[in-house]
């Protein structure tokens, strides 16, 4: 079904159907697909369609890879009820942050290449994937801003993740890597705090400032 002219994700009832290529259509909804009656499909392969969010692509039991690449995503709303997929490929959209990232428990690889990714925080918001070991965020803003110091920034910020690849850079995170990624972040943390507490005495000392000048006003206006 790849290289037609497909508008809609539509339901996929064959009961024996594996592997599910619909690469290359203009699909730009899910709207109208019931993942529940897609018992035996596998791989779901939507690379360059027109998709801009995933609202109805959900609940497939035994899905394990799915494929989105190339499309113009801009938030995963909508993705949901995969309980065996363990890989994940949004590579080339246009995906900035993640207001909530998909409950995925059996994630192991993330695509994530060429995006518009530009801030640290979208990183932490992966927290929750236990199962992730490969993750690849090169191509985006962060990226360019960050370069090799991007692997640090996701080991950090995701350190009990089970790691083997990073960036397309193998090999598992060694205990040196893991014990300088807890003093940078606690090191980081103090940082915050002494931030903050200096925030709040500047806000103190003006507000102390600003009661002083309002009593010497009313004082002279006496």
């Not at 995906?95 to 192991?108: G, H, M, N, S, T």
């Not at 191509?139 to 801003?145: A, L």
């Not at 397309?168 to 980081?188: F, H, N, P, S, V």
Request: glycine fraction near 4%; charged fraction near 35%.
């Amino acid at each position: 079904m790849t290289n037609n002219q497909l508008r809609d994700l539509t339901d996929l009832p064959q009961e024996r159907l594996v592997n599910v290529n619909l690469t290359n259509n203009k699909i730009d909804n899910c709207k109208e697909f019931n993942g529940g009656v897609c018992k035996s499909v596998k791989r779901l392969n939507l690379t360059k369609n027109r998709l801009e969010d995933l609202k109805g692509l959900s609940c497939m039991p035994v899905l394990l890879e799915l494929n989105l690449s190339a499309n113009r995503i801009t938030n995963l709303c909508g993705i949901e009820d995969f309980p065996c997929l363990s890989k994940l490929n949004l590579s080339s959209n246009k995906i900035v942050e993640f207001e909530r990232f998909p409950a995925l428990p059996a994630l192991k690889e993330l695509d994530l290449t060429g995006n518009k990714i530009a801030s640290a925080e979208a990183i932490a918001k992966l927290s929750h994937l236990s199962c992730l070991e490969n993750l690849d965020m090169t191509g985006n803003p962060i990226h360019e801003e960050k370069g090799d110091d991007l692997r640090k920034e996701i080991i950090i910020a995701l350190i009990e993740l089970p790691w083997k690849n990073i960036n397309g850079e193998g090999g598992e995170i060694d205990e040196t890597q893991i014990t300088e990624a807890r003093e940078e972040k606690e090191e980081r943390r103090k940082l915050a705090e002494e931030a903050e507490k200096e925030r709040l005495a500047e806000l103190a000392a003006l507000e102390e400032e600003k009661k002083r000048a309002e009593a010497e006003a009313a004082e002279a206006g006496v």
